[in-house]
């Protein structure tokens, strides 16, 4: 959530105050050991902490519009809070409606025809002989082993017990993003001056000062990763169905726009399932030329044109340290660690900016 009460407290950008002045080693003790604790105990509850981090990351984004629309029309805030709840809501109801049962169908397909794709691509690629990969040979055979060990253990019923469990904890979790959203969009400002009030007194001005550098920096972030996970999804459908006429061209350009949200190691997976389906459904030399350059012009609008443009300083964060904290925050949170891992590398950035007065390398 935003804290325009901060805004008001702090002095103009030229007149700003003598950071390292804040610096106390006690505290700044006390800060590092009170951040660590959070830390172990987000750990403990991780299970829990995704129908959080997704409500409050849109209640996040939403709510400047909430603000700017009270104020405009002087109507109450609940309202549109409300309004844009709903809005949502029906947009995502209608998307699922939609194409909720061909993505059903297209991914069982998709499943079904895996095997066959995998089988005939180890075939043509050695001239039906073994490849070696790490001193394990993959051949046809392989592939097919691999397949009936996995229908054996779905067809386990401890197994389908338990992902059946799995999907009623989706159910429950979606329910609980819905109720958790519609909140923080009503009491986000509330919110946002509780988390203030847990900081010490005497460190407010210090806190209030990072935020004011942070907060836009996040909000980009977040609102490009969305125009960037759009943009992918639209245009690698229109290259993969109208252009390339490529079966599942629904849940391939879905996953290539999921993928965006995990740079460098979602593309690069996503890219290998279309090409597979690509040789699967190629009719010759020209359909693969046409892939080929098909993920090319994709990949370069994507890296070149519209994630600098829509990520701004956020974009800047070294490639290395992000596939560094995807993978950090995945092994320490799962799902919540991945999305929240590059806003955590892009807030201490930003604070260390901060306290050591190098605010420039911020942009």
Same mark, same amino acid.
């Given at each position: ?13 030229a007149e700003s105050p003598d950071v390292t002045a804040w610096l106390g080693a006690g505290e700044t003790q006390s800060a590092v050991l009170a951040i660590v604790a959070a830390a172990v105990g987000l750990y403990f509850i991780k299970p829990i902490l995704l129908p959080f981090v ?25 309202? =549109? ?16 409606? +939609? ?75 979606? =329910?609980?993003?819905?109720?958790? =959203?519609?909140?923080? /969009?009503?009491?986000? &400002? ?8 847990? +900081? ?28 960037? +996970? ?32 995990? &740079? ?56 290395? /340290?992000?596939? =560094? ?39």
């Amino acid at each position: 959530m935003s804290l325009p009460e901060l805004k008001k407290r702090q002095p103009h950008r030229a007149e700003s105050p003598d950071v390292t002045a804040w610096l106390g080693a006690g505290e700044t003790q006390s800060a590092v050991l009170a951040i660590v604790a959070a830390a172990v105990g987000l750990y403990f509850i991780k299970p829990i902490l995704l129908p959080f981090v997704v409500s409050g990351i849109v209640a996040y984004v939403c709510t400047p519009l909430i603000d700017w629309l009270a104020a405009r029309t002087r109507m109450p805030r609940v309202l =549109f809070a409300v309004l844009l709840f709903l809005t949502l809501l029906g947009i995502v109801g209608a998307v699922a409606a +939609v194409t909720g049962q061909r993505l059903i169908t297209e991914t069982g397909a998709t499943l079904g025809e895996l095997q066959g794709t995998l089988e005939q691509l180890l075939r043509s690629t050695n001239d039906s002989e073994p490849i070696l990969v790490f001193g394990l040979a993959l051949d046809d055979q392989t592939v097919r082993t691999a397949f009936d060990r996995a229908r054996d253990w779905f067809s386990q019923p401890d197994h389908v017990a338990l992902l059946t469990g799995y999907g009623l904890m989706a159910v429950i979790g979606t =329910f609980l993003t819905a109720v958790l =959203f519609i909140w923080l /969009l009503i009491t986000g &400002p509330s919110v946002a001056r509780g988390l203030f009030w847990l +900081v010490p007194p005497s460190r407010r001005e210090l806190v209030a000062h990072i935020w004011l550098r942070l907060d836009p920096v996040l909000k980009h972030y977040f609102l490009g990763i969305g125009v960037t +996970v759009g943009y992918a999804t639209i245009a690698a459908y229109i290259g993969l169905a109208l252009i390339l006429g490529l079966h599942h061209a629904l849940l391939l350009a879905l996953l290539t726009g999921i993928a965006e949200t995990l &740079p460098f190691i979602g593309s690069t997976a996503v890219a290998i399932i279309a090409g597979l389906v690509a040789l699967h459904t190629a009719t010759g030399i020209m359909s693969i030329v046409a892939f080929a350059a098909y993920a090319t012009v994709l990949r370069l609008s994507i890296d070149q044109l519209v994630a600098p443009l829509v990520l701004g300083r956020a974009a800047n964060v070294h490639p290395v /340290l992000i596939i =560094f904290c995807f993978l950090a925050g995945a092994v320490t949170f799962g799902i919540a660690g991945v999305i929240l891992s590059v806003p955590v590398a892009l807030t201490v950035k930003t604070t260390l900016a901060t306290l050591y007065g190098d605010e420039h390398e911020q942009g």
